[in-house]
């Protein structure tokens, strides 16, 4: 019955709304009559003056009715201005009535005058609140399969609960809040609890989510609510920060399931505003890898600083598509030009020193790489050719075309490494280093960190989808270790280091605490509703599997080779005093590299990698797909990480 309702057509619903007004009017003023004779009869058209001053009202009245949008309105979605259009509709009708009382000379007690708004007020307000209850599936909260606590009694809290009265699922029962002064009121006729009686409430509410209404609190404060919570095996969501609200990036209503971050407990450093705009206000800016996690958030963030031109980089189509199509669309809006897509390959030097010369390159940075371990280490000339030649090409080319600063996005994975990817990025840094030497006018500076949440490859929505899927959840080893930082705090500190770079700079961001993989995995289960399966717990839901070390893949991450290490003025930046190699050395291996890529032979490159880069040894067998037996099988531990490697 109430989807045949839903697709009447428009025409229908408006005049089912009509006539039940019409009805409504009459019954409020039979009403009115009925309480003041005390008499379930009153004589309604003698009191009038006729059947033609009650048909006269009816018609002004609707036709206010519908001059105000009563029935525009869509009954499912109404809210507050309902009541202003009521109250506009009754206030117009009973000055009508008041008007024919004296044109048809009859005289009605005032007291029908007042009772008769108050009853055709309350007519309409109740059939539109009944309606729109029945309509979208409310008043029937035992149909909505999930009970849900609101975190936060605030005004967030509150405008929360309200969007989700029409929610098809979760079903708002009551609010926690650490405010003792709230614990005890109610809100939006729900009750407030303290958090420590939730043992309590999901016995009695049969709660199953939690939703943290909460868009003003700090890191920090939300990993403490976090860490109270994950013992309950509650789904618990986040609504948008303060910041996003208010900007326009999100709505309140956009609730989210738990991020890393809110785990991290992490508030990030203000950013330096001078070291932010140095290498990019009114300069032509280039961004190789453009179009990649690091790369795309650098250009965001590069855009915002007011470049003269920004130049995108990148070898794949629809990466630079993508990402330049978001930087375009909201350019328009601000009227700005300068944004250009360069489809090229960084290996390739004598077009990136085109495009230096042709747009007069002030500052470059280099994000254009291949990150993932377990692909690297399968492909090991495409590895070389990417990561070391494509970064000695647009090296090479800044300094014939004069740029003023190229900086390199590094990783942690380039300290002793114990990969091809890791050895590669460190071989890239010795490059720079090399050059920097020789190089009075370009500014050559390393930017090194740990993983990114939400890259590529991030382990977050892995581990989110297995759990999905009802597990398990595989870790390639129970020790396994990571750095973690976001996105956007990672690209506004390799801006700021770039500006601090003298030449020849190493700069390591500080990374924090590095997380265990495996705690990670068992508070992800947590906080989306489900309980661990272990030999503690035979009966738990998600189980954590575990499937080896995969070549090259180390337990924990560095970010120092040496112990030396400088502050800067930046409380998250340090500068490393690193070794390098003379540009006598650097030709000769780069000549090595060379010979050994065209000869496809990728245990030489291997080795070449073993002697050039401190601490990387070649202690996995080759595992390249074009040199190794094709069935051929390595087995290097019988226990490991799911971080999906490198990216986590």
């Known amino acids: 019955m109430r989807q045949k309702l839903i697709n009447l057509p428009r025409w229908s619903k408006q005049a089912l709304m009509l006539g039940f007004d019409a009805i409504a009017m009459v019954v409020a003023l039979w ?88 009853f055709l007020a309350l007519a309409i307000t109740l059939s539109r609140w009944i309606a ?55 809100v939006n006729g729900l009750p407030v609890f303290s958090p420590s009686e939730l043992d309590g409430l999901i016995r009695s509410y049969q709660l199953t989510d939690v939703l943290l209404a909460l868009p003003n609190i700090t890191r920090p404060q939300r990993k403490q609510i976090m860490d109270g919570l994950e013992p309950h095996a509650l789904r618990v969501y986040t609504v948008p920060t303060l910041e996003d609200i208010t900007s326009g990036r999100a709505r309140l209503d956009d609730i989210r399931e738990v991020e890393l971050e809110d785990l991290l407990g992490r508030d990030p450093v203000p950013p330096i505003e001078s070291l932010l705009s140095a290498c990019i206000a009114d300069k032509v800016v280039m961004v190789t890898g453009a179009g990649g996690s690091i790369g795309s958030e650098l250009c965001r963030q590069i855009l915002q600083l007011g470049p003269r031109q920004l130049l995108l980089v990148d ?30 390959n960084v290996q390739d030097q004598d077009y990136m020193r085109r495009i230096m010369q042709r747009y007069g390159v002030d500052t470059i940075y280099h994000a254009a790489a291949y990150k993932h371990v377990p692909l690297v280490e399968h492909n090991v000339i495409e590895g070389v050719r990417n990561n070391i030649f494509g970064t000695y090409a647009p090296a090479q080319a800044a300094l014939e075309a004069g740029v003023g600063h190229f900086v390199l996005v590094s990783t942690d994975k380039a300290v002793r490494p114990t990969n091809v990817m890791g050895a590669t990025k460190r071989f890239a840094e010795l490059i720079l280093q090399a050059i920097a ?20 490859g991030s382990v977050v929505p892995l581990f989110r989808s297995q759990i999905r899927s009802g597990g398990p959840v595989t870790l390639t080893h129970p020790e396994i270790t990571r750095f973690f930082m976001t996105i956007p705090e990672a690209a506004q500190l390799v801006i700021q280091a770039g500006a601090m770079g003298h030449g020849g700079d190493v700069f390591v961001l500080d990374m924090g605490e590095p997380v265990k993989i495996l705690d990670l995995a068992r508070r992800m289960i947590r906080l989306m509703g489900l309980s661990v399966r272990s030999i503690d717990e035979p009966d738990g839901e998600i189980a954590i ?24 003025q930046h409380a998250k930046i340090m500068r490393a005093l690193e070794s390098s190699l003379d540009p006598a050395t650097l030709a000769r291996f780069i000549n090595a590299f060379d010979t050994a890529v065209r000869t496809h032979d990728a245990e030489q490159l291997r080795t070449l990698l073993s002697e050039a880069v401190h601490g990387y040894t070649t202690a996995y067998p080759l595992v390249d797909h074009l040199t190794t037996k094709k069935g051929d099988r390595f087995i290097f531990s019988d226990v490991g990480d799911a971080s999906r490697d490198t990216k986590i």
């Open 437 to 456: 030497s020789q190089s009075p006018d370009t500014c050559f500076t390393m930017v090194r960190f740990g993983n990114v949440l939400g890259s590529s």
């Open 545 to 568: 599997e575990y499937t080896g070390l995969r070549p090259g893949e180390k337990l924990y991450e560095e970010l120092l080779i040496g112990d030396e290490v400088q502050p800067t």
């Open 132 to 186: 729109r209850d029945y309509l979208s599936g409310g008043g029937h909260s035992q149909r909505k399969s999930k009970k849900a606590a609101i975190y936060g009694a605030g005004a967030a809290g509150f405008q929360l609960s309200l969007l989700l009265e029409k929610h098809p699922e979760l079903n708002v029962v009551c609010f926690l809040d650490d405010e003792p002064t709230l614990q005890g009121a109610r």
């Open 315 to 344: 070898a794949s189509e629809f990466a630079l598509f993508e990402i330049e199509t978001e930087l375009l669309a909201g350019e328009a809006q601000e009227g700005s030009e300068g944004i250009i897509g360069l489809l090229g």
């Open 31 to 118: 009403a009115a009559l009925a309480w003041r004779y005390e008499t379930w009869t009153p004589n309604l058209l003698a009191q009038i003056g006729g059947a033609q001053w009650v048909v006269l009202l009816l018609v002004l009245t609707l036709v206010t009715a519908h001059w105000v949008g009563l029935y525009r309105s869509i009954t499912r979605y109404m809210g507050k201005e309902l009541v202003s259009m009521t109250l506009q509709v009754v206030v117009v009708s009973t000055l009508l009535l008041t008007a024919l009382m004296f044109l048809s000379e009859n005289r009605l007690p005032r007291t029908v005058v007042f009772l008769y708004p108050l």
